[in-house]
Nanobody, 121 residues
Framework: QVRLVESGGGLVQPGGSLRLSCAASGSIFGINAMGWYRQAPGKERELVATITGGGITDYADSVKGRFTVSRDNANRMVFLQMSSLKPEDTAVYYC???????????????WGQGTLVTVSS
């Protein structure tokens, strides 16, 4: 089965930094775009950052200048470097990838289980 697993979440003080990682595994033929989403308590899931297979990035306005998304195609990983963290960044962060499996003719979206980021004094 194709799986995405996030890591790196935790408790951090306002103004601090944190780096999230996501690793894809399984019978993977290829990975197209990948991204990070987050969901705060009582709110809907929102897009944080995306990165295409060619390395083109896009960010939500709320994180521009503070977050950086990158990927390591050889190791099937995507990262989110978060700096100048604010309390409003507190959420469960999810990794997403558009992936094609061996033997499949289509691409499908996969989600990780999420990792909690808490920004508090």
């Amino acid at each position: 089965q194709v799986r995405l697993v996030e890591s790196g979440g935790g408790l951090v003080q306002p103004g601090g930094s944190l780096r999230l990682s996501c690793a894809a595994s399984g019978s993977i033929f290829g990975i197209n775009a990948m991204g990070w989403y987050r969901q705060a308590p009582g709110k809907e899931r929102e897009l944080v950052a995306t990165i295409t297979g060619g390395g083109i990035t896009d960010y939500a306005d709320s994180v521009k200048g503070r977050f950086t998304v990158s990927r390591d195609n050889a190791n099937r990983m995507v990262f989110l470097q978060m700096s100048s963290l604010k309390p409003e960044d507190t959420a469960v962060y999810y990794c997403n990838g558009r992936i094609k499996q061996f033997g499949s003719t289509w691409w499908s979206d996969y989600w990780g289980q999420g990792t909690l980021v808490t920004v508090s004094s």
